[in-house]
């Protein structure tokens, strides 16, 4: 799949500005994801982890850079790929680069968007030509880390398995190669056309998300999976698990600090161009908004 250039410009096509796409599933489980997850788990499978079998390897949250580094990974994956169906890279920096970042900081990403299960979101295609909505423990993508270890290296690597030290070892040794692929139902997102299964977005769509708030890149993602108009729904709703996720901080803070959250942004979404207009009534307790072509490029523009 190669990146794809097109751009809409008052419901023309114009074929000056690159593209690619976005899974509609991941754009809407990172927009449930993002946000703070103070648990310590051990990355990988538990068999790798002496005396810990039993350590859990699900988390229920990710940081907004690491998801951001996922959407950059999946747009790598699509213009460089090899015959096997990889993104090999041999230079770690020139991903962090792109993303403001050290190498040591990339690594720990990747260990968060391969190392671990979460609930994905996911739709599944119905017989009747609906979709269904299912929400399963797992990994956002495949990504093996390799490593050219020298001899005084090697004793090391066995003791440092274990929790938190696993994390040291990763984060300071040297990687020779990294080796990305997405999951078999994210693969099957992106090579569909139909754009119910992904979303054609900008090439310019992480360098936006690197300046946005948590709040403000959930919204983006979310939003950006929905149809750009028509869209509204309740606060109680939006809250949810399979939206924004925020029933913990409405159970913490209260209605009243989280719905100025949300709202501040869409805000920040409206001044940044993305929203072309938003409202929230205070009698329905409903949000409503529309979004325009500046990142998201979905075929509604051209009706």
Known sequence: MKNITVRWENNVLKNDEKMHRQARGYLKTVASLVGRDTRE????????????????TIKEAISKMAAVAGNYLFQLWQSQKDSQGRLVINNLSTVADHLGIKPQRLKLYLVCLGGYEYPVIKFVRLA??????????????????????????????????????????????????????PTDSTLKQLERKRLGNNVLVSDSFVAFCLELSDIAYKLLCYTGSNRPMGNKIS???????????????????????????????????????????????????????????????????TK
């Open 41 to 56: 788990v051990i990355p990988f499978d538990s068999h790798t982890c002496k005396d810990y079998n039993d350590s859990p």
């Open 128 to 181: 009747n030509n609906k979709n269904r909505l299912t929400i399963s423990h797992e990994k956002l993508c495949y990504i093996e880390l390799n490593f050219n270890l020298k001899d005084d290296e090697i004793e090391a690597v066995d003791d440092l398995k274990i929790g938190t030290r696993y994390l040291y070892f990763i984060k300071y040794l040297r990687v020779s190669t990294v080796m990305f692929k």
């Open 235 to 301: 606060f109680s709703k939006l809250v949810r698990e399979i939206h924004l996720n925020l029933e913990r901080q409405l159970k913490q803070q209260g209605k009243p600090r989280v719905l100025e959250s949300i709202k501040k942004g869409f805000e920040e979404l409206s001044k940044k161009g993305h929203i072309k207009h938003w409202n929230y009534d205070d009698r329905k307790d409903e949000f409503t908004w529309e979004y325009t072509n500046q990142v998201f490029k979905h075929s509604d523009f």
